[in-house]
Each structure stands twice: as structure tokens, then as C-alpha cells.
Nanobody, 127 residues
Framework: QTHLVESGGGLVQPGGSLRLSCKAS????????IAWFRQAPGKEREAVSC????????YYADSVRPRFTISSDNAENTVYLQMNSLLPEDTAIYSC????????????????????WGQGTQVTVSS
């Protein structure tokens, strides 16, 4: 069965760090790109970062570069998002998506229904 499961969210103080995980079951990460999105209450969904082994590309939104780093462990079939120097405005539900077109050109294609989504994990940055 194919699915994505996120973990690693939580409550952290400003300036702190969290590492999110997106574990992909039943997917070949050499073919599927993985992207992290976030959505805060009352705001539109924002693409944060993506990685593709297929296209050998990574992408970061300006709002998170250089604080966030995306990485992939193909042995674990997991993509990580290391988030450092967290700000209150990073507070959101973070979700990962998988699609063969992700992190190609363009990195986040519009008007595409991505093949798979995880359930999301809450990140709260607050003192």
C-alpha cells in the first residue's frame, strides 16, 4: 500500500530546531519527487522545499532559505526537513507530497494534483 507519513512536528521556542520526516511506503524515491508544503490558519498553502533524485534537484522557498535543509535517505525511503532558527511565522501544518513532476522544471508545478499526500504534522513556534 502506498502512503506518506509525516512525523517530527511539535512545539519549539523561537530560534529552535525541528526535523520533520516524510516516510514513503510503496514509492520509489528515485522516480518520485517529494515536496514539503505548509499551511497556517487563514493563509494559502505554501511550498517550502522539494527534492528529486530523478531530476537531481532541490528547491527552497525564499522564506526558509538558508534556515531549512531537505535531505533524502533512500535506504529508509524517507525525506527529511531540517528546520533551524525557527520563527513564529513558521508555525503551520506541514505536509509532504509525492509526484514524479515535483522538483523538476518548474520545481512546484501548478495545476497538478499530486499523486500522494501525507496527513500533516503541526509545527508551533512560540515562547
Amino acid at each position: 500500500q502506498t502512503h506518506l507519513v509525516e512525523s517530527g512536528g511539535g512545539l519549539v521556542q523561537p530560534g529552535g530546531s525541528l526535523r520533520l520526516s516524510c516516510k514513503a511506503s510503496g514509492l520509489d524515491l528515485d522516480y518520485y519527487g517529494i515536496a514539503w508544503f505548509r499551511q497556517a490558519p487563514g493563509k494559502e498553502r505554501e511550498a517550502v522545499s522539494c527534492h528529486s533524485g530523478r531530476f537531481d534537484m532541490t528547491y527552497y522557498a525564499d522564506s526558509v532559505r538558508p534556515r531549512f535543509t531537505i535531505s533524502s535517505d533512500n535506504a529508509e525511503n524517507t525525506v527529511y526537513l531540517q528546520m533551524n532558527s525557527l520563527l513564529p511565522e513558521d508555525t503551520a501544518i506541514y505536509s509532504c507530497a509525492a509526484d514524479p513532476l515535483l522538483c523538476g522544471l518548474p520545481p512546484i508545478p501548478d495545476n497538478v494534483e499530486y499523486d500522494y499526500w501525507g496527513q500533516g504534522t503541526q509545527v508551533t513556534v512560540s515562547s
